[in-house]
């Protein structure tokens, strides 16, 4: 087992203005996974994602990654194992535009004073086929090689889950199915755990197992309510 949530509710506001934004979901995903996570604007999705990966905590509930209890962890501990072990792919990319694409996809090693692995930076560049747009800054690249960028930094540390929270949400029809298939062709291929936030049934479809959000419930489809 990767990691496992148990229970966790996020609450937003409180008296009048609380918001429940995610009620006692349960979620156990094993090392390898492809899953979809799909529900309607505002349902929990990016809560969720958050709370999956470190990046907030819950007001109730626990998360443990191969055993070990991330909520519990302190904030350099927090910080250096969401750099080492997740990688995150955003609907507006979050390139920096400054940096050429070679130099954001190296940003994550530049930060965690890691080693450059040459081999691996041009398989990675080569699946995505952005080989050839590497001295580029990002406002002179399409949105769907911008996305190939920003799926390269992800995957640059060699983190064991990747989190994508609506990563075709920006582009056209053609570029999102593009993002999409190499999506799939890296989980294929590097073994990965990948987690597709999308609102998309197509995306979804995708996925080789379903978990939809409604109003903040976690269920699993196909699973009995
Ligand atoms: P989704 O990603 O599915 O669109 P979110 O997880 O972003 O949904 O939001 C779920 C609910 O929580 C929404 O009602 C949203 O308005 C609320 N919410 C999200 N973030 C905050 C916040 N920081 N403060 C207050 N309410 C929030
Ligand atoms: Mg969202």
Redesign the pocket.
């Known amino acids: 087992m990767l990691f496992k949530a148990e229970n966790i509710s ?1 609450i ?2 409180s008296g009048a ?1 609380q ?4 009620h006692r979901a349960n979620l156990e995903i094993a090392s390898g996974e492809f899953l979809s996570v799909m ?12 709370l999956l990966s470190g990046l907030d905590v819950p007001t109730e509930g626990r998360l443990s990654y191969d055993g070990q209890e991330i909520y519990k962890l302190r904030d350099r501990e927090l910080s250096a194992f969401r750099r080492r072990r997740i990688g995150f792919i955003f609907q507006q990319f979050h390139l920096l535009p400054v940096l050429t694409a070679r130099e954001n996809i190296l940003m994550p090693l530049l930060l965690d004073k890691g080693r450059v692995d040459n081999a691996y930076f041009d398989e990675l560049t080569g699946i995505l086929g952005i080989c050839d747009r590497l001295e580029h800054l990002p406002h002179e690249l399409s949105g769907g090689q911008q996305q190939q960028v920003a799926i390269a930094r992800a995957l640059i540390a060699k983190p064991d889950i990747i989190f994508a ?2 990563p075709t949400g920006n582009l056209d029809s053609k570029s999102g199915a593009e993002v999409m298939r190499l999506l799939r062709d890296i989980w294929e291929t590097m073994g990965k755990t990948l987690v597709v ?1 999308t ?1 998309d049934d197509r995306i979804a479809k995708m996925a080789a197992r379903r978990v939809v ?1 409604m109003d ?1 419930i976690l269920s699993e489809e196909g699973a009995a309510r």
């Open positions: 996020k937003y506001g203005s918001v429940t934004a995610l529900g309607p604007s505002g349902s929990g999705k990016s809560t969720l994602l958050h929270d609506e936030i609102h959000i903040g």
